[in-house]
Every structure is written in C-alpha cells, then in structure tokens.
C-alpha cells in the first residue's frame, strides 16, 4: 500500500472481511457489496431502508443459525453414538460420557463445594474454545456453578483425577449455545484435571 488512503482502505476492507468470515458469510455479490457501500459513504443515499435491511438480515441469520444448529445437532448425536461404544468410555444415565485418563485418591467434592481445574475444552471437531491450560492458569467455581455435565463429572472425580468428558448439548450449552464458537445443540468434548476442592 502506497499512501495512507490506500492503507486505510484496504484495512478496513480487511476488517469487513473477517467480520464477515466469522459470522459464516463466504459468498457475497462483490458489485452489489461495493455499490451499498458507495451508496452509504460517499452518496448517502440508499436503494432499501434501514427497516426493510434489518428486518431481511435478522431473518437471514435467524435461518442460518437454526441449520446450524441443525446440523451441530446431527452430528454431536451421532459423534455420541459412536463414541458409546469406545473401550474405556462410560455412559451415565444422564448420558455423560467419560474417559478416565489418571484416577485420583482425593475426596469427591460436593455440589456446594468449590473447586480448582485445570481443563481443555474443545468442539467435537477438535477446535479450541476454551482452555485454562492454555493460558497456563487453573480456573476456581464453584461445582453448582457451571454446565450440567460438569456439575455432574466433579462429583465423581477425586481430587487429583483427570477425566476426559464428552457432554451432550441438553448437559452443556443446549439451545442457548455459548458465543459465536458454540452453536445451540452443540456437544462438547473436555480435558478436566481435578486440583483440589477448596
């Protein structure tokens, strides 16, 4: 980029631009993009009103966010399923589903308890969403503070285990979903190492 117009454009196109790619948006009619932005910064003179734009994006996302939800729903049930069936795994009935990867001697803390852990939480793609043995700090709640599956995991684990927990949405963030990584009906996959009850 030569001259700080230039810069200054293409940052801000840039940041469209992955506001866009966060929100699902990957095809667009670039002509039409660039003449409403024409239309809304230089001429300031729009071809649809503010009512009728608004009214069409919240009923285009209402539809995106529904067959997403769709879709996160088919494939956690079937992820589940299979997962089931798994040397090591044990179903609640609940339907949470555990590994165990190191059994602890420690007490089992209660509901009222609060605890330390550290844990990795991911999609069942594998993605990260969050992880405090990513940032490299344990995180402290209380046991009755959190999603079901792991209100109902804490109270089985001793002090000093390290579970691998694969929650079922109706037992994690349910239709609600949890920001823009989880969708609603979206099961969960987590890494929990039990510190201490304090």
Same mark, same amino acid.
């Given at each position: ?17 992955? !506001? ?28 649809? !009103? ?7 994006? @919240? ?9 997403q939800a769709e879709k996160a729903g088919a494939e956690g049930q079937q992820f589940l399923a ?16 555990y590994e165990v990867m190191k059994e602890g001697a420690g007490e089992l803390p209660k509901a ?14 594998? @993605?990260?969403?969050? !992880? ?36 079922? !949405? ?29």
């Amino acid at each position: 980029m030569k001259n700080e117009l230039e810069k200054l454009s293409y940052s801000l196109g840039a940041n469209v631009g992955a !506001s866009l790619k966060a929100q699902g948006i990957t095809d667009l009619d670039l002509e039409i993009f660039m003449e409403a932005l024409n239309d809304q910064v230089i001429i300031g003179d729009l071809k649809m !009103s503010q009512q009728d734009m608004d009214e069409f994006l @919240q009923d285009f996302f209402g539809k995106k966010q529904a067959e997403q939800a769709e879709k996160a729903g088919a494939e956690g049930q079937q992820f589940l399923a299979e997962n089931a069936k798994k040397d090591g795994v044990t179903v609640t009935e609940s339907g949470l589903q555990y590994e165990v990867m190191k059994e602890g001697a420690g007490e089992l803390p209660k509901a009222a308890d609060s605890v330390t852990t550290h844990y990795h939480g991911t999609l069942i793609s594998g @993605q990260v969403f969050d !992880s405090s043995v990513e940032r490299g700090e344990p995180a402290t709640f209380p046991v009755n503070g959190v999603i079901p599956g792991w209100v109902e995991a804490l109270q089985l684990m001793p002090v000093g285990s390290k579970w691998k927990l694969f929650v079922p !949405s109706d037992l994690a963030y349910g239709d609600r979903g949890a920001g823009a990584q989880i969708a609603p009906h979206t099961a969960l996959i987590f890494e929990v190492e039990l510190i201490g009850i304090n």
